[in-house]
T-cell receptor, first 110, second 115 residues
Framework: TQLLEQSPQFLSIQEGENLTVYCNSSSVFSSLQWYRQEPGEGPVLLVTVVTGGEVKKLKRLTFQFGDARKDSSLHITAAQPGDTGLYLCAAMYGNNRLAFGKGNQVVVIP | ETGVTQTPRHLVMGMTNKKSLKCEQHLGHNAMYWYKQSAKKPLELMFVYNFKEQTENNSVPSRFSPECPNSSHLFLHLHTLQPEDSALYLC??????????????FGEGSRLTVL
């Protein structure tokens, strides 16, 4: 059983468009992280959200943690080719265990 | 540059070979991890080391043998692997109690192909 479901699995958009990807679960988490992994690289942490309903912004990226702390979304405004990558959500649960989703593969076409 | 370096970046080996993956972190962290990343699967935690002591083995087959000689170095020794073991192997480090909860610093990975 997959603890974290990320959707869509793959998304291709034109430069300048907006996009939203999702990370959902039936479990409650103490915190949730988003990582971005570019081709040939390891994942790099973008943000950690801790409080239900929390919204964090990182330039053109907006991250939201659901009120019930079971889900999260990542919205990118005016996407650029540099935003291309695999976006991974990871959630802390139980005794400091970290679970990852399969990722949202985003391709931004120039 | 995340401060975590993995070598080799690419490795091709036969099923009867013995090889090792190396990871070194320059961040002064006390915890180090091996993860396996396969296509269309979530990252799978393999091993966790805290202060050089193995604290977690996530039911990993014995053909994978980790070694942590000190807090900065982590190895993954590979022996008689199977083709399904082909994947990207990621090393990560963290400092519990510092930074964001559970924040991991990953290396660039070692792409392993088993023929």
């Amino acid at each position: 059983t997959q603890l974290l479901e990320q959707s869509p699995q793959f998304l291709s958009i034109q430069e300048g468009e907006n996009l939203t990807v999702y990370c959902n679960s039936s479990s409650v988490f103490s915190s949730l992280q988003w990582y971005r992994q570019e081709p040939g690289e390891g994942p790099v942490l973008l943000v950690t959200v801790v409080t239900g309903g929390e919204v964090k912004k990182l330039k053109r990226l907006t991250f939201q943690f659901g009120d019930a702390r079971k889900d999260s979304s990542l919205h990118i405004t005016a996407a650029q080719p540099g935003d291309t990558g695999l976006y991974l959500c990871a959630a802390m649960y139980g005794n400091n265990r970290l679970a990852f989703g399969k990722g949202n593969q985003v391709v931004v076409i120039p | 540059e995340t401060g975590v370096t993995q070598t080799p970046r690419h490795l091709v080996m036969g099923m009867t070979n013995k090889k090792s993956l190396k990871c070194e972190q320059h961040l002064g962290h006390n915890a180090m991890y091996w993860y396996k990343q396969s296509a269309k699967k979530p990252l799978e935690l393999m091993f966790v080391y805290n202060f050089k002591e193995q604290t977690e083995n996530n039911s990993v087959p014995s053909r994978f043998s980790p070694e942590c000689p000190n807090s900065s170095h982590l190895f993954l020794h590979l022996h008689t692997l199977q083709p399904e073991d082909s994947a990207l192997y990621l090393c990560a480090s963290s400092q519990p109690g510092q930074g964001a909860p559970g924040e991991l610093f990953f290396g660039e990975g070692s792409r392993l192909t088993v023929l």
